[in-house]
């Protein structure tokens, strides 16, 4: 998790754009593109790879969904081809727990990847989710995905809980 308003929250990293590309939020032309970077970015996972268009209209179907918390990146010479997405959620106050964001998830094109595009997606969804005045953030990841740990530390995200899951040899 990690803070994102309030008095004791850390100011969030300046989001700097790279060169050539363009962030913006979700059209429902993006739909194709993001099934692509999706199952592409998670082939390896067995519950977000292979995604098809029935999850993206159950996912927009939820009382959570706000396609101006689905962020796209972009090149600007390639507008309508997708080089990473961020997709936001909000889960509603529970037990405990004020009302609270989440990034629900961050995937990029492994064509895309080492050009900073998870950091930028990743705060371009931060700062949409402080602007709606929630106090923190909440996200789920592997522990071996290594890159997205990195990026996730380097922004201020702390281990909050951790599962773990064992299987016969």
């Known amino acids: 998790r990690r803070p994102v308003g309030g008095p004791d929250a850390p100011p969030l990293p300046e989001m700097s754009v790279p060169d050539g590309i363009v962030v913006r939020t979700y059209r429902e032309s993006d739909d194709p593109e993001i099934l692509?970077?999706?199952?592409a970015a998670f082939s390896w996972h067995p519950e977000q790879g292979g995604w098809t268009q029935a999850e993206i209209d159950e996912r927009r179907a939820e009382s959570w969904f706000d396609p101006e918390g689905l962020f796209v990146a972009t090149?600007?010479?390639?507008?309508?081809?997708?080089?990473g997405f961020h997709w936001t959620k909000v889960h509603p106050p529970t037990g405990d727990d004020p009302e609270l964001g989440e990034v629900y998830v961050v995937g990029i094109d492994p064509a895309?990847?080492?050009?900073?595009l998870?950091?930028?997606?990743?705060?371009?969804?931060?700062?949409?989710?402080?602007?709606r005045g929630l106090v923190g953030v909440l996200l789920y990841v592997e522990s071996d995905n290594t890159a997205a740990v990195h990026t996730y530390d380097r922004l201020g995200f702390t281990t909050f809980h951790a599962d773990a899951a064992f299987a016969r040899a």
Do not use: E, I, M
């Open 118 to 131: 998870g950091r930028t997606l990743t705060l371009a969804g931060l700062r949409y989710l402080a602007q």
């Open 75 to 83: 090149s600007t010479d390639d507008p309508h081809t997708v080089l």
């Open 112 to 116: 895309a990847q080492g050009r900073g």
């Open 36 to 39: 692509r970077v999706n199952n």
